[in-house]
């Protein structure tokens, strides 16, 4: 028998090694694969029942900020925690899912599409709506019982072939009421009163970015006169007790802004909602883009003043309520001429309308004016169309909004 030399037994060990390392590697590629295969499955799990949590949310009746868990699928696996919050005169919904040890979280802008289509609401003061120049109003409009007829002033008759492109429809003594709850609510925020959230002191020049799933960011700012340079974006809240000038290097995204009185200066590109007590001065050729809001809201018997100046586009809802009316003085939400507001424009004071507004108007009365005269419920060469808005505009809960939520921004 002829004996195997040594060298051949070390060979055979060595390769015996190596195909044992090979086939490890082999097996332990494979058990990687597979891990990474599940982590990956389980990841797009989570995002999914996320997804899903959304889609369920804008169905829901859910409470301001209290979160709703729901099993998706009843096999107490997958859950999302929703969490919906009001945001100015919009809200916010949060969906966060967890999977095991995954977790996701994604939150929305919500809107409100409108309930009632119509252009204008005139409140029946026994005045009519007088037409002038090239004035355009699509319907369906209320009007008060007198009426709307044709007028000449500066120089300049009515043009149009017809008076209302739309049906026409008694208008009430009184305007409809916005959504008491939101008010109070934007009352308590113009006050300083915030619950449950994070507080920091107000610089000009900050920095801050804060996604919607954080609690609340509050910035507080001094008694004093402020300027507003900084970038702010995402859940932040501005609260200034004096006034605050917002310069036109600003960026604001996404925030919300209360202050004694607000001006924003000329060429201003803005998405945000501002909301003031005394007085609101947009400058002009600013540009708030959708979903934005602009409001003045006074609960007193003072008369105040929101004025948009010409070239200025706000998108979203303009207001100016006064809940106690002046006596001596009016209130007067102005309304330069080449101004655009698309959506809904609310006052329950005196409007002096030079602009045109894509949307919807309410307002107790209509004063112009003009270099010669005043003028009670004239419109001159203004364009009035609830047509010329989007289709798919969202609105939020302020007035005349319906039950059915969408998605009007996607954050985080």
Same mark, same amino acid.
């Given at each position: 028998m002829k004996k195997l030399q040594a060298s051949a037994l070390y060979f055979a060990l060595v390769m015996a090694l190596l195909i044992s390392l090979i086939s490890g590697s082999f097996i332990l590629y494979a058990h990687s694969v597979r891990q990474e295969l599940l982590h990956w499955d389980r990841s797009d799990k989570v995002v999914d029942n996320c997804f899903s949590g959304i889609a369920l949310g804008l169905n829901q009746d859910l409470k301001d900020y209290i979160p709703t868990e729901l099993d998706l699928y009843h096999q107490f696996q997958d859950s999302v925690k929703l969490t919906s919050k009001p945001w100015g005169v919009y809200e916010t919904l949060t969906s966060e899912a967890h999977t095991g040890k995954h977790e996701f979280s994604k939150s929305v802008w919500l809107g409100r599409s409108i309930d009632e289509s119509f252009s204008l609401y005139l409140?029946?003061? !026994?005045? #009519?709506?007088?037409? =002038? *120049?090239?004035?355009?109003? $699509? *319907?369906?409009v209320y009007l008060p019982k007198s009426g709307v007829k044709r007028a000449y002033i500066e120089g300049q008759n009515y043009q149009g072939e017809q008076l209302i492109y739309g049906a026409v429809k008694t208008s009430q003594r009184s305007l409809p009421k916005p959504d008491a709850e939101r008010i109070q609510a934007l009352h308590r925020n113009l006050l300083g009163q915030f619950? &449950?959230? !994070?507080?920091?002191?107000?610089? !000009?020049?900050? &920095?801050?970015?804060?996604?919607?799933?954080? @609690?609340?960011?509050?910035?507080?700012a001094s008694a004093g006169e402020e300027y507003c340079t900084g970038f702010f974006e995402g859940n932040v809240i501005l609260h200034f007790p004096g @006034?605050?000038?917002?310069?036109?290097? /600003?960026?604001?995204? $996404?925030?919300?802004?209360? /202050?004694?009185?607000?001006?924003?200066?000329? *060429? &201003?590109?803005?998405?945000?909602?501002?909301?003031?007590?005394? @007085?609101?001065?947009?400058?002009?050729?600013?540009?708030? @883009?959708?979903?934005? /809001?602009? $409001?003045?809201?006074? #609960?007193?018997?003072k008369s105040v003043n929101l004025e948009i100046e010409s070239g200025s586009r706000i998108e979203g809802i303009t207001f100016l309520i006064n809940e106690v009316e002046p006596i001596r003085h009016f209130s007067t939400l102005k309304i330069h001429p080449d101004v655009l507001l698309v959506g809904q424009v609310y006052t329950n004071q005196d409007l002096d309308l030079k602009g045109n507004i894509h949307g919807?108007?309410? =307002?107790?009365? +209509?004063? +112009?004016?003009? #270099? &010669?005269?005043?003028?009670?419920?004239?419109?001159? !060469?203004?364009e009035l169309d609830i047509h010329k808005l989007p289709s798919d505009f969202l609105t939020g809960n302020l007035i005349n909004y319906s039950n059915h939520k969408s998605i009007i921004l996607w954050l985080d």
């Open positions: 409140q029946d003061r !026994s005045k #009519p709506l007088a037409l =002038c *120049g090239k004035t355009y109003i $699509g *319907g369906p619950a &449950s959230d !994070s507080v920091l002191t107000y610089i !000009s020049n900050d &920095s801050l970015n804060v996604p919607f799933y954080e @609690k609340n960011l509050v910035v507080r @006034k605050v000038t917002i310069a036109n290097t /600003a960026q604001l995204n $996404g925030v919300q802004v209360f /202050a004694r009185e607000i001006v924003v200066q000329e *060429g &201003s590109t803005l998405q945000a909602q501002l909301f003031a007590t005394e @007085k609101i001065h947009i400058e002009a050729n600013c540009n708030l @883009k959708h979903p934005s /809001a602009v $409001g003045l809201l006074q #609960p007193e018997n919807q108007l309410w =307002c107790k009365r +209509m004063l +112009m004016k003009t #270099p &010669s005269s005043l003028y009670e419920n004239h419109l001159l !060469s203004v």
